[in-house]
Each structure stands twice: as C-alpha cells, then as structure tokens.
C-alpha cells in the first residue's frame, strides 16, 4: 500500500453508480467500510445482493459520508443526485482512486479522444509477447478493482476516459499518454476548455519522475502545454515519423491515418521500456483490432464492409472517410453538442451518406451541400438502400463503412449492441438467411 492506503479504510462510502465499475467498488470496499450503494435505475440491477444494499433516496440524503466513489457515466450535474453533490466534489473520486491508494504498481495510462482502446489493446500485446506480467483495464471493458492475481511485477495498461479523470482526486500513473484532442463530450464538459482540462488532470497529478507521452502535432495539446509546468518529464512525440515507418507494417487494419499516429506512441513508450521495434512489428502482424472499432468484417472481390459502431463523433470517422474509395457510409444516432464535419473537399464526391435514425435532421444540415445524402427510419432500411444501390452502379470497388458518429442509446444500450446489430444485418443479407 502506498501513502494514501487509509483513505478507503473505515470510511462511510456511497456508491453512486451500479455498472460494472460501481459493483466492482462494492466488491473490494465491503469488508473494511461501512458502504451504502445508490442508482439512478434500481430496476435494472438484477442481482439480488446488490438490491438489498441498494439505500432509498430519503434515507440517503439524510446521511453523511466520507467519501463517494461515482460512477464515470453519471452526470453529476444532471443526475437524481445533483443537489445533494452539489457542494462535495472533494469527496468525490473514482475506481482508480481506489486502485492507486492500495497498489504501488506502476501504470500506463493512455487517454485522448479517438483510438485510445485500440493503442491500450495493442500495447497490452506488445508487453506480454516481451513476457512483461501485465494487466488490461479501465475504459476499455475492464473495472480496474476486478483484476485478479497481481503481483509487485504487474503492470497496468489503463484506458482512461475524461468523465474517469474529471472525478479522480489522487490517481497517479507512471506513465501517461494523450494521443489526441478534438471536441467531444461537449454535452457534459460544456466547453472544450473543460473537456481538455480533464483529460490533462492525467499530466497534472503525475509525480516527479513519471513520464507524459503527448501529440507534438495536436494543436489543442501544446497551446495546453504552454499554460503551466508539469511535475513529470515530457515527451512530444511527432506522429509524423510513422510514415518512415509504414512499410514495415504488414497489417492493413493500420492503414488509415488516425491508427497509424497511434502507433507512434506505441513505439515512444516500448523505448522508455527499453523494448525492441522488431518485438513491435512482430506483434502488429498478428494484431487483429477489437471488434466495432474500424472492423473488416465482410469482403468479396468488389465490396469491403467495415463495422465501426464505436465512432461516436465526426473526428473518428473522417480517416476512415478519407482512406477509401467509392464509399457508402451509413450514419445515425445521437450527434455529439459542438461536433463539426470538417473532410477536405477532395473527399466528397467519393462519399455517399445513408443517414437513419431520429436525428437525420442535424446529420443533413451538416452535410448538405458537402455530401450527398439520403434519409431512413432506420439501420434497417438504410443498408437495404445501399445494397439496392450497389447492384445498380457499375461494377468496381465499393466500400460500405458502418461508422455512425454519433452515441447509440436512441436506439441501442451501447456502441456494442448497435455493432452486434449491424453484423447480423450484414450476415443476413451477404451469407443468406
């Protein structure tokens, strides 16, 4: 344990928050606290243990904590509990606050606005193949309190959202990355300001002698360098090398160009860890990706299909946009406050949008005379379009690119079930019924 070790023993603590973070607090808190949990949607919890913990909102607000540990997806702002958080944020922290106060492990933290769970993944690859005892978790999937079998050797890969890092209080990595900034969250942060300082909390709470990895080319990363000095040594690195690079990567997943300035992190990291760029491109020829994420998922002689459900916004679908020809490119959903299209007029004309959803309305006023574009009801019926446009246009090759930009509770739970969908949409229409 290190020197905040005492701060989650013999605490009062509200759980707000029962997801998958939420539970795994539980879990490691209950026998050395006295922990009362809370959310906003009790009849979605199915566990029975969990309900019978579970403190009505009346009793609750009477009570008075030490600390509240909250879950990253609430909205302190704009929750059944904002009024009682109102005037607490400094008892407010997070699952890696937790982590931190109860292991010395070093850690990896990587965080930014697209690709962050792809770089974790393949770095996380990177380190056991050199037979490095690491552990993957944060927002990739992972709760960091539900890892198992760690020892003084273990080293974390984290993914870290700005939601995580805008709770936190304490945690601290060794290591810190931010691959890149562009709007996103606006709804939440409310200003682009507040989003990019949650992220650098990250670079902000490193200690003396840790190490920031950050974006040399990422104009909202520097302009934030230059406002205060940082404890830990920082290295830019210029994601620009890679293309000295590129022709030893045989992995057509790191052909477009967002993936390709990830990677730059990958190798600036492994030579901190005094790790080989062979043992690199080793690992990227077998390297599959993660599923939703500018995923292959069908290809015959004329036509590609890439399921990239995970792409919430403008920015993580523009390389995609720029990277292929003839494009049909379906999108829909939730759009992102503050996001803006910006694809270089070169592009267009090699583009055409299949819009579904509720929101057509802002996706159209955003393309109109950029793009052209046709509206749906659904998913459902804008791949049926593309198909009947496919077999109508001259032979040649097609692209049909699932990379919706926008968030999918209108429709879908997460990113993951809308990907699922859409490959059972795909399957049902290219393999037969």
Not at 184 to 200: G, V
Not at 215 to 240: A, E, G, P, W
Request: proline share 2%.
């Amino acid at each position: 344990m290190n020197e905040n070790s005492n701060i989650f023993i013999n605490k009062k603590i509200l759980i707000y928050g029962l997801g998958k973070s939420g539970i795994s607090a539980f879990k490691f808190l209950k026998r050395k606290n006295d922990v009362y949990l809370f959310d906003d949607s009790k009849s979605e919890i199915n566990n029975l243990l969990i309900k019978k913990k579970i403190i009505p909102l009346k009793k609750l607000i009477s009570l008075n904590f030490d600390l509240i540990i909250i879950s990253p997806g609430i909205d302190k702002n704009n929750c059944k509990l904002s009024d009682f958080l109102a005037n607490k944020n400094k008892i407010i922290h997070t699952d890696l606050d937790i982590f931190y106060s109860f292991y010395k492990n070093d850690s990896i933290t990587i965080t930014g606005t697209n690709g962050k769970s792809t770089t974790c993944k393949l770095l996380y690859e990177v380190l056991k193949k050199k037979k490095y005892d690491v552990k993957l978790a944060g927002n990739i999937g992972y709760p960091i309190l539900s890892t198992t079998n760690i020892s003084k050797k273990s080293l974390f890969i984290i993914e870290a959202s700005s939601y995580q890092l805008d709770y936190s209080r304490i945690f601290s990595s060794k290591y810190a990355a931010i691959l890149n900034i562009s709007p996103d969250h606006l709804e939440r942060h409310k200003t682009l300001n507040n989003y990019i300082s949650a992220k650098f909390n990250l670079i902000k709470n490193q200690k003396k002698g840790s190490t920031a990895f950050l974006n040399k080319n990422d104009l909202f990363i520097q302009k934030q360098i230059k406002k205060r000095v940082y404890k830990s040594n920082i290295v830019k690195v210029d994601t620009n090398l890679i293309n000295k690079l590129s022709s030893k990567i045989k992995n057509d997943y790191f052909s477009s160009n967002s993936n390709k300035e990830n990677l730059c992190f990958i190798f600036e990291i492994a030579k901190k860890l005094k790790i080989k760029n062979q043992i690199i491109f080793d690992t990227l020829k077998r390297f599959k990706g993660l599923k939703y994420r500018q995923q292959k998922i069908y290809q015959n002689k004329n036509i590609t299909i890439f399921n990239d459900s995970k792409s919430t916004s403008y920015s993580s679908s523009i390389e995609m946009l720029k990277s292929k020809n003839s494009i049909y490119w379906l999108l829909g959903g939730i759009p992102k406050k503050g996001d803006k299209f910006i694809l270089a007029k070169k592009y267009h004309k090699n583009i055409t949008a299949f819009i579904f959803g509720k929101n057509s309305k802002k996706f159209s006023y955003d393309l109109k005379n950029k793009i052209s574009f046709k509206k749906f009801k659904n998913l459902k019926n804008a791949i049926r379009a593309v198909i009947l446009k496919i077999k109508k246009n001259k032979p040649g090759s097609k692209t049909i690119l699932f990379s919706p930009a926008a968030a999918s509770f209108d429709s879908f739970k997460n990113f993951e079930e809308r990907g699922s969908y859409f490959d059972k949409l795909i399957k049902y229409y290219f393999n037969g019924k």
